[in-house]
């Protein structure tokens, strides 16, 4: 009499694989107070590879169960039951997918927040002050960006759908899992959130396993698809991933100032149309400001450039503690300055630039500089004709105070 199937070495692994890898891997992830995004992926591949271990025990266990005279193990290893069993290891995929998605992602979150601001001086991430990335369409970390993230995600996951129930459906003779790379690469290029990259990577790389346990192939060869299945999901993300980030650094360079990591005159003229554009559609009210540094060529002169850069950096940084969050800073040239102030009345604008004014003189004091800042600034109760002409108000405004002594602030008449 043959031995029982229980009794294995692989049915003690399948124990393992099945049940105590997985729960400590989730222990572990609670018990942490900081992770890694990589670190995060690396445990959810690791799911995923133990359920690929998992179908190839099973598929041992049942080849075993078929010459053994035992009708338990028969019956547990073959015919229908032994097709539940061969979903126990999609099963473990798909909870890993769950608790990531429901019950992981706020722990993983705010882990990873900790994570970032303890190595913030190791990976320092520099983004400008105001809201332009916004305002152009390319909301990158906003929460407003979770609609489009979730219409490209679920788009992907649908698109994954339709190809393993044609790869099922058309079995052995025609083979189409190569075709999950598209709808990866996808979300990868277009969801900023990484968490839904990871899912998506996590169903690509399950769907293809059970693709491959209800094909009659041999082990060798499912340990092959399987390999190369993780292999191509993998490279796709991180060529997708890497397309994406090197398209957003292009877009940074080419609207943001590389020193002051302001916004540039082109972007804030950007930002300008849009105001203007919604003014005239809604209504309301808006300011505009534009700063000059006083000084600034004589501090170049004397000290250097080194001094002058150091002095833009200086009141870029005063720029960003004065402004609201809902104001947008740009530099428009060489030590001139440009502000929009959304829904900002004339009394308020003039508040806030004398704030800015006395700001910018006691920084540059205690920095050591002889700069001050002349500041014109316009309101427009109604949307002006273009920003050109906004700006040149504002110009005027600022011209006026230079030649009147300097160091102030003055309205557009």
């Known amino acids: 009499m043959n031995k029982s199937v229980f009794l294995e070495m692989e049915f003690f692994l399948l124990i393992i694989f099945s049940f105590i890898v997985p729960v ?29 271990v998992d179908v190839i025990l099973l598929r041992h266990l049942a080849g075993i169960a078929k010459t053994n005279s035992s009708i338990l193990d028969e019956k547990i290893f073959s015919g229908e039951l032994s097709l539940a069993l061969y979903l126990l290891p999609v099963v473990f995929a798909g909870l890993g997918v769950n608790m ?14 900790r994570y970032d601001k303890a190595h913030k001086g190791e990976h320092p991430r520099t983004m400008p002050h105001s809201n332009w990335l916004n305002t152009l369409g390319f909301q990158v970390g906003a929460p407003s960006a979770l609609p489009k993230d979730w219409l490209v995600f679920v788009a992907g996951m649908v698109g994954m759908a339709t190809i393993f129930v044609l790869d099922v459906y058309t079995g052995d003779e025609i083979r189409l899992h190569t075709l999950y790379i598209f709808p990866l690469a996808l979300i990868a290029l277009q969801c900023d959130r990484r968490w839904l990259t990871l899912m998506a990577l996590l169903s690509s790389i399950s769907a293809q396993i059970i693709t491959f346990s209800l094909q009659n192939i041999s082990v060798a060869s499912y340990i092959t698809d399987f390999v190369v299945a993780v292999t191509t999901s993998l490279l796709t993300v991180t060529l997708a991933q890497n397309a994406r980030k090197n398209h957003l650094k292009a877009i940074q360079l080419a609207t943001v100032d590389e020193l002051t990591q302001l916004a540039n005159r082109r972007s804030f003229v950007a930002i300008v149309d849009a105001e203007i554009a919604r003014q005239r559609r809604y209504g309301g009210t808006m300011s505009l400001v534009v700063v000059d540094l006083d000084g600034f060529k004589k501090l170049n002169d004397s000290k250097g450039h080194g001094a002058g850069d150091a002095a833009l950096k200086l009141a870029a940084k005063v720029f960003r503690e004065s402004t609201r969050k809902s104001d947008s800073v740009a530099r428009i040239g060489g030590d001139e300055f440009a502000i929009l102030m959304p829904n900002t009345q004339d009394v308020e604008c003039d508040s806030l630039c004398k704030q800015l004014c006395e700001g910018i003189a006691k920084q540059m004091r205690s920095a050591g500089f002889s700069v001050t800042a002349s500041i014109g600034f316009t309101t427009f109760d109604e949307a002006p004709e273009s920003t050109s002409m906004a700006v040149e108000d504002a110009d005027r405004a600022m011209y006026w105070v230079k030649t009147s002594g300097k160091n102030g602030v003055a309205k557009a008449s």
């Open 100 to 113: 990531g998605s429901h019950v992981l992602i706020s722990h993983l979150t705010e882990a990873e927040k």
């Open 24 to 52: 400590g891997i989730y222990i572990f992830l609670f018990r942490r107070a900081s992770i890694s995004r990589f670190a995060v992926l690396v445990f959810a591949l690791l799911l995923v590879v133990v359920s690929g």
